[in-house]
């Protein structure tokens, strides 16, 4: 037997406690360790029950996601499942943490789960581009039923101990937060009643009621096409389910192996592991050790109460922080709180928030005109307009009023965080904390570096991040930091595509194709153009349509029309103007295929990530696919834009890149750091 696990006995209860940090992961020393402990209690004559459970933070939180895509290590984990289900003895899984995926899974081999109250079960595998494959699909429906089932599986949400046990997923629910102790009661209580021996694969009472029902299982994909569009694993995971209802266990087991086996190396599965790792990756500063201290941020200041402040000050109120919203008006500032209070009526609406809980986020606002105000707050995030003279004068008044220690912070989406520092006497307490708009719903946080950041400053905001619930992403200071900067040129190459005579639908249609939720066009449209246009100064498409009162969505239309359902047909006005300013500007023609549009327009962010890269402001390629996935919604199973360029092939990016270069000039220039990499044979 390995040391991972620890075997004990009490009272004829066999005790067997992994140990494998940080997360019990069920890797093979995990695994092997299970089965040579369940082969021990089980030829032993004097135990009569086996409880199976972890130490540290949480009970098996999975397969191993890093042994996927490598040889396969016997016992695999259906094997480790077949052992503890032909023990003779009474099982019981004690759960604590999160028991996810596998871990849930090695949970329902046992005749009995007993959880703590904070425990939180799941089968999130449908966020790796996988399904359950160790008898999730087979076994969850049988508890919960199928409609359940469906829900769940397809959401891989985490579900709560009360309510897993309402849905039968577990038997019982700890008083206390003695998990040993419950378990091995509750396993001597079973082993006096005599309680049933039943296995989950040997219930059918709640499949059986759906057997032969395809209905059910198209009715759920119609009511979920939007939300699962482009997910391969999905569909598996629906067929896999309705097999649980269709087929005895033993063949619905073997067709949910065919199903999890389709997609394992598939193109989803492999983006969306590199994401589930790039995601823990980002946290990860190499000069900034973990050990790093972080100032405590009870409070914050946040000054404008616009369409960034408000979305801003919503994330800290629902992580129970308290906000001093300050103004220059209050005509502004009674405007701020409204639509704050209107976006929360919007969610107690829709069910996903209490009255109650909507007047106690409420309730932390504090609305404010007065900048002294600000004199006991842990940190500052500023979201006034995008004007450098602005920013100094806030930030130098800010000098003047917070405390010492007290955190300041620019959301500015392309100012010069160094410059905005320098008007304080305190840089080392100033960075960037650049949010995506709507700023409560976008989980992307940039933490932007500024030169005389203190290391403290940064990893506070880093951590701070995680607090809000959003994803953070180090930043040095350079125009655009990451996100924007990168898919700014995607927005250049949409105009020289349409003054180039490329139908905007079929631009639209080609980048929906790819995976995002809308094409380029329908986005300007939906942001408005008077906003997207703002500052040019040029006569471009966009000025020409805000001339003539086409805003977009939110008046008269813009490149499209719009009926009352929000339907579009690309408008005859739009195209007239499109033609007139490619004549004004003297641009011809190009076709170009869907192929070539689509190269056209995501391979230059690609090589402007390359470009980020070589002038170290993201740290590693993957922060750049982070940022992306998070700040721009770009395809997970596409793994980013810097992953996406890896699985083309390097050598194929550049070689497009430089035929552009030729036909369209410096746009397409290629990164000398792509260049080098193709030399080297290497990949981002
Ligand atoms: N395999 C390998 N490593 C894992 C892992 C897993 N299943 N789950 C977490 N880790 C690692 C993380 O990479 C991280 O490593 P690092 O410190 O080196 O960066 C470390 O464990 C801690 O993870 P988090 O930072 O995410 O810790 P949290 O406390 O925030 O979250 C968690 C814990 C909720 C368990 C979260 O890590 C998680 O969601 N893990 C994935 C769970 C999952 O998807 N399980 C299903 C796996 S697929 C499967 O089981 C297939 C089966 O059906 C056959
Ligand atoms: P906005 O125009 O909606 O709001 C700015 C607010 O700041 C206004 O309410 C204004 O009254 C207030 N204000 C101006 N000067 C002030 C001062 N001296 N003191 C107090 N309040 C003052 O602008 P928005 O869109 O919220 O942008 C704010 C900042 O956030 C800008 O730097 C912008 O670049 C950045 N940003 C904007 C994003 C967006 O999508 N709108 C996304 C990410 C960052």
Redesign the pocket.
């Known amino acids: 037997m390995t040391n991972l696990l620890t075997y004990e006995v009490t009272d004829g209860i066999a005790v067997l406690t992994v140990d494998s940090p ?2 019990n ?1 069920l890797g093979y020393d995990v695994r092997k360790s299970i089965v040579d402990g369940f082969e021990k209690a089980s030829a032993d004559v004097d135990i009569n029950a086996i409880v199976l459970i972890c130490k540290g ?2 009970f098996f ?6 042994e996927f895509g490598t040889e396969p290590k016997f016992p695999i ?1 259906p094997e480790v499942i077949a052992t503890i289900e032909s023990s003779p003895k009474l099982t019981i899984a004690a759960l604590h943490g ?1 028991p ?3 871990g849930l ?1 090695t949970a329902l081999a046992c005749h009995y789960r007993v959880a703590l109250a904070t425990t939180r079960v799941g089968l ?2 449908v ?2 581009g ?1 399904l ?3 008898g ?1 699909t087979q076994k969850l429906p049988r508890l919960t039923g199928i409609p359940s089932a469906l829900e769940i599986i397809t959401s891989g949400r985490q579900i709560k101990s009360g309510e897993a046990l309402k849905l039968g997923i577990i038997d019982k629910v700890c008083i206390g937060d003695d998990l040993s102790g419950e378990a091995i009661a509750f396993a001597k209580e079973l082993v006096y009643q005599n309680a049933a021996r039943t296995l989950v694969s040997e219930r059918n009472e709640k499949t059986a009621e759906h057997q032969g029902q395809a209905e059910i299982y198209d009715a759920f994909r119609a009511k979920n096409s939007k939300r699962f569009r482009g997910f391969k694993s999905v569909e598996n995971i629906i067929k896999a389910i309705q097999a649980s209802a269709d087929l005895p266990y033993k063949q619905g087991l073997k067709r949910e192996r065919e199903l999890f086996s389709q997609l394992l190396e598939s193109r989803d599965a492999t983006a969306q592991r590199h994401v589930f ?1 790039a995601e ?1 990756e980002t946290g990860k500063i190499p000069d900034i050790p973990k050990t790093t201290p972080v100032r405590p941020i009870n409070n914050v200041g946040i000054i404008g109460a616009g369409t960034m402040g408000g979305g801003i000050a919503m994330n800290f109120l629902n992580a129970q922080i308290p906000v001093i919203l300050l103004e220059k008006k209050q005509e502004a500032l009674d405007h701020g709180i409204s639509v704050i209070r209107q976006n929360y009526q919007r969610s107690v609406k829709g069910g996903r928030m209490s009255e109650e809980a909507l007047e106690a986020c409420m309730k932390l606002i504090t609305p404010s005109l007065d900048y002294a105000d600000l004199s006991s707050v842990d940190l500052v995030i500023e979201a006034v307009f995008e004007t450098m003279d602005i920013k100094k004068t806030v930030f130098s008044t800010l000098d003047t009023v917070v405390k010492k220690g007290c955190i300041l912070a620019s959301n500015t989406s392309y100012l010069d965080i160094n410059e905005i520092a320098e008007s304080t006497s305190r840089p080392q307490d100033v960075i960037g904390l650049h949010f995506f708009s709507p700023a409560n719903i976008m989980n992307l946080l940039e933490v932007v570096r500024g030169e005389k950041s203190d290391p403290e400053v940064v990893n506070t905001g880093m951590r701070l991040a995680k607090k809000i619930m959003k994803t953070p992403v180090l930043s040095r200071v350079g125009w655009g930091f990451i996100a924007n900067r990168v898919m700014k040129v995607r927005s250049y190459q949409t105009d020289n595509l349409i003054l180039q005579g490329i139908n905007p639908e079929t631009i639209d249609k080609v980048i929906y194709d790819y995976g995002f939720a809308m094409g380029p066009i329908a986005v300007k449209d939906l942001v408005g153009l008077d906003v997207i246009g703002r500052d040019s100064g040029e006569r471009t498409v966009e000025s020409v349509l805000v001339s003539m009162e086409r805003l977009g969505q939110k008046k008269n239309g813009g490149y499209y029309d719009y009926d009352k359902n929000r339907q579009r047909v690309l408008s005859p006005i739009a195209m007239e103007v499109i033609k007139d300013i490619a004549q004004e500007k003297g641009i011809e023609p190009v076709p170009a295929d869907e192929g070539e549009i689509l190269a056209r327009l995501l391979y230059p962010v690609i090589n402007e990530g390359a470009k980020v890269l070589d002038e170290g402001i993201a740290l590693r390629s993957s922060d750049i696919d982070i940022a992306c996935i998070k700040g721009y919604n770009w395809p997970v199973y596409q793994g980013g834009p810097m992953f996406w360029a890896n699985t083309i092939g390097l050598k194929k990016v550049l070689g497009k890149l430089q035929e552009f270069e030729q036909r369209f000039g410096e746009a397409f220039t290629p990164s000398p750091y792509l260049v080098r990499l193709v030399e080297e044979g290497k990949e981002f």
């Open positions: 940080p997360v992961a933070r949480t939180a999975g397969a191993d996601i890093r984990l999160t996810l995926g596998g899974e999130p595998e966020k790796l996988l359950p494959g160790a999730g790792f823990r």
